[in-house]
């Protein structure tokens, strides 16, 4: 019996905007703006000009630092820029401008069916790193790192997170129901990767059709399937971690520290693209979705497409938009300009009218303790909201756990004053950065 986690909340799901809508091929776009950081870590060096002619899946920026991740054209045409862009992730970043040449054509020499079953394990690590890809739930931390701990780790357990908490999200979803071997795939490489025997992927229980077929694909693999009950934030890594393996993070730590290596859907469905097929990270499945879509899609989008003509290619708007958000409303990021690429992490696009956003007022808080409640880590999220106000930031990450905040937006779904509170915690934290846990 899996025991759940500690506080939580039960936001309505608002997952049936798309929940059976199968992934569609977004046409390429006129240009792609792909920024070359779009990961925790250095950013990538660009190795293309001004001027050069570049094809799909061409390498052009590369890692040169610890940590970092390789940087790909999406698709086949000219570099007209290499400037400092808005990005989705990191507000700005230096960014490499692709002019299409229509013909969207792929560099040569592309392995087709490897198979991955007769390849070491070094030669598969280093193409996990040469494909660029990264955490693709929104943590974006480059997967080669995880996929290469050595036996001083310890690691011996690997956890698929088929989760996909966030209200409106069906990404993770249809890519479990649409690409179920290539699922199993990349979850039996990582284990292959890691030398681990024990896999255990985590479903909520409102997917029962996901739960259904991977059940059936993993059949005869050793790796066990768990339908969860659904409570938001489950598939944040730590609570997931915590309810599958009943071992907990401790404060300033990783998941690695605790023996376990924890990914999800998407980029382990880049890992058997890249493994088997030798695709680099160049596109990923975004949920185009909220009130105001006027076709709510789950896409495939290259990345370096612009939000705009994701949005355009789901018949725009049906209703004027108040709130645009990059990823789902607990743990998204309201964006405020459309001509921002689709990055590597973008799991959703939310468009919301004034009817689905919440107009009331912010308020005093009156300590009714809800926000401490619901708050998965055990924080006191009021305390950590009113020291941000006050420029008490050091305060409150020495003396109120600050930095352990998942951000996950429980405290201000539940709290009645309408507070601002994650964006305050996310303030405090940006002004204690260099205390971020690595
Ligand atoms: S304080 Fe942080 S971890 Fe706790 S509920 Fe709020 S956002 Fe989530
Ligand atoms: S839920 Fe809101 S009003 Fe209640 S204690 Fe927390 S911050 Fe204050």
């Known amino acids: 019996m899996f025991k759940s986690f500690r506080g939580g ?3 309505n799901d608002y997952k049936s905007y798309t929940a059976n809508v ?52 999406s698709t086949s045409g000219k570099v007209t820029d290499i400037a400092v862009y808005s990005s989705s992730y990191r507000d700005k970043s230096l960014a490499i401008v692709i002019e299409s040449d229509g013909l969207d054509q792929w560099m040569p020499g592309l392995p087709l069916n490897r198979d991955w079953e007769k390849m070491k394990v070094e030669e598969i690590q280093g193409i996990i790193k040469e494909a660029g890809i990264v955490g693709m739930g929104g943590a974006n931390f480059p997967t080669h790192f995880k996929l290469s701990y050595g036996p001083e780790k310890k690691i011996d357990t690997v956890i698929l997170n088929g989760s996909e908490c966030e209200p409106y999200l069906t990404s993770d979803y249809r890519l479990m129901i649409e690409e179920t071997e290539k699922v199993v795939t990349g979850f039996r490489i990582a ?21 259904k077929v991977l059940t059936e694909a993993f059949k005869g693999t050793g790796v066990e399937v768990v339908a969860l009950p659904t409570k938001y934030p489950q598939g944040a890594e730590r609570m997931l971690i915590k309810v599958l393996t009943g071992r907990e993070i401790p404060a300033g730590k990783r998941h690695s520290d605790i023996g376990v290596v924890g990914l999800n859907v998407s980029t382990i469905v880049a890992v058997a693209n890249a493994v088997v097929n030798g695709i680099p990270a160049i596109e990923r499945v975004t949920t185009v979705t909220g009130d105001a879509i006027k076709e709510p899609k789950n896409l495939l989008v290259k990345i370096g497409t612009s939000f705009k003509d994701v949005i355009d290619y789901c018949g725009g708007y049906s209703k004027t938009p108040k709130k645009i958000i990059n990823g789902g409303p607990m743990m998204g990021y309201a964006q405020d300009s459309l001509e921002i690429p689709v990055v590597k992490g973008v799991a959703g696009i939310l468009v919301l009218s004034k009817d689905a956003v919440s107009h009331d007022e912010k308020s005093a808080c009156i300590r009714c303790g809800r926000c401490v409640k619901a708050c998965p880590i055990g924080l006191v999220p009021s305390m950590l909201s009113i020291l941000s106000e006050r420029d008490r930031h050091e305060e409150a990450r020495e003396s109120y756990g600050l930095m352990n905040c998942i951000e996950c937006g429980s405290c201000a779904y539940v709290c009645p004053s309408k507070r601002n509170i994650v964006q305050n915690i996310r303030y405090s934290k940006s002004k204690n950065a260099a205390h971020a846990h690595k």
């Open 191 to 211: 284990l292959k990767c890691l030398n681990v025997k024990r896999g255990i992927v985590g479903v909520e229980d409102n997917k029962p059709e996901a739960i």
């Open 9 to 11: 909340v039960h936001p």
């Open 22 to 73: 199968h992934i569609e091929k977004v046409p390429v776009s006129k240009k792609v703006i792909i920024p070359v950081s779009q990961h925790i870590g250095a950013p990538g060096v660009p190795i293309v000009n001004i001027g050069d002619r570049v094809k799909k899946g061409q390498l052009i920026a590369k890692a040169e630092a610890p940590i970092t991740s390789y940087v790909h054209a």
